[in-house]
């Protein structure tokens, strides 16, 4: 069974940084597929950034971009999720989710955030950007 856990969520001000974690195990096959996603109080899930086991190519949602980067550590099964710049409508709980596949195009993975049909998620950890 696929598992993920996020951990780094946390109490920061505005204008600082955080990284969040994800550690996967269970998985079966070498193609496939982590993201970020988010839930701010009161609003929809949203993508944040996927990144694919094949190619390490990453993908980010337009408003993402600029201020939160997703990387791999093969070696530790960890996906990490900088954030930095953030403010107070970054609040959520942010969410580590995989699927199953990897692939070359692009839509794909934009697909995949704007869509959210993930096959597997975290129980998520809660980032709190308040002064």
């Known amino acids: 069974q696929v598992q993920l856990v996020e951990s780094g969520g946390d109490l920061v001000q505005p204008g600082g940084s955080l990284t969040l974690s994800c550690v996967a195990s269970g998985f079966t096959s070498d193609y496939y597929t982590i993201g970020w996603f988010r839930q701010a109080p009161g609003k929809e899930r949203e993508g944040v950034s996927c990144i694919s086991s094949r190619d390490g190519s990453t993908y980010y949602t337009d408003s993402m971009k600029g201020r939160f980067t997703i990387s791999r550590d093969n070696a530790k099964n960890t996906v990490y999720l900088q954030m930095n710049s953030l403010e107070p409508e970054d609040t959520a709980v942010y969410y580590c989710?995989?699927?199953?596949?990897?692939?070359?195009?692009?839509?794909?993975?934009?697909?995949?955030?704007?869509?959210?049909?993930?096959?597997?998620w975290g129980k998520g950890t809660l980032v709190t950007v308040s002064s």
């Open positions: 989710a995989a699927k199953r596949g990897a692939y070359y195009s692009g839509s794909f993975y934009y697909t995949l955030l704007r869509m959210g049909t993930m096959d597997y």
